[in-house]
């Protein structure tokens, strides 16, 4: 009884996941990342600061991993300007905070590299915190943790307005 029941599921699941493959294959999904879609141009998008610091150099060096960027020969060139602020948040009793929040604003055009054309010029907005610790050491790798989480989520977020850019471009 329990292996009919067993084989009548085992089935049932198969014809399922037949019919969501026979589905998707029919519609013209397309994932972002494929070559031939919108993640095949982010690979030839070259990264440049306009002015460094560190919370700058962890997206620069976060993007160039997420893009696949490996040199300055690229097609398109990606200003940044980045910005941040830290504000802290929760009040120990000795009126101390006990938590920061890092906020990271990233302007950025994205430019023909040939001909210098603006292509997309828009702005982005990341944040993070952290707990402030009594020890210095442990409240400067702390706030270093914090930079970077905000750095990554900045590079996550432009990358996918990126992706939407690319994804919504007509192809030439």
Avoid at 35 to 55: F, K, N, P, T, Y
Avoid at 107 to 118: H, I, M, Y
Avoid at 148 to 170: G, I, N, S, T
Wanted: charged residues 25%; contains cysteine; glycine residues 8%.
């Amino acid at each position: 009884m329990i292996a009919k029941a067993t084989a009548v599921l085992r089935r049932g699941f198969l014809l399922g996941a037949a019919v969501c493959a026979v589905s998707l294959a029919g519609c013209g999904f397309t994932p972002m990342y494929a070559q031939s879609a919108a993640g095949g141009a982010l690979d030839d998008i070259s990264v440049q600061l306009s002015e460094h610091s560190r919370g700058g150099f962890l997206l620069q060096q976060r993007l160039n991993d997420a893009l696949g960027r490996h040199d300055d020969h690229a097609s398109w060139k990606l200003m940044l300007d980045t910005s941040s602020r830290r504000t802290p948040r929760g009040l120990r009793v000795n009126n101390v905070a006990s938590r920061y929040e890092i906020t990271m604003t990233v302007k950025f055009e994205l430019r023909d590299a040939a001909t210098g054309k603006v292509a997309l010029k828009d702005q982005i907005e990341a944040m993070a915190t952290y707990d402030s610790a009594d020890q210095p050491y442990a409240g400067l790798a702390a706030e270093q943790d914090g930079e970077a989480r905000v750095a990554a989520q900045a590079a996550d977020l432009l990358r996918l307005r990126l992706l939407r850019y690319f994804a919504a471009r007509p192809t030439p």
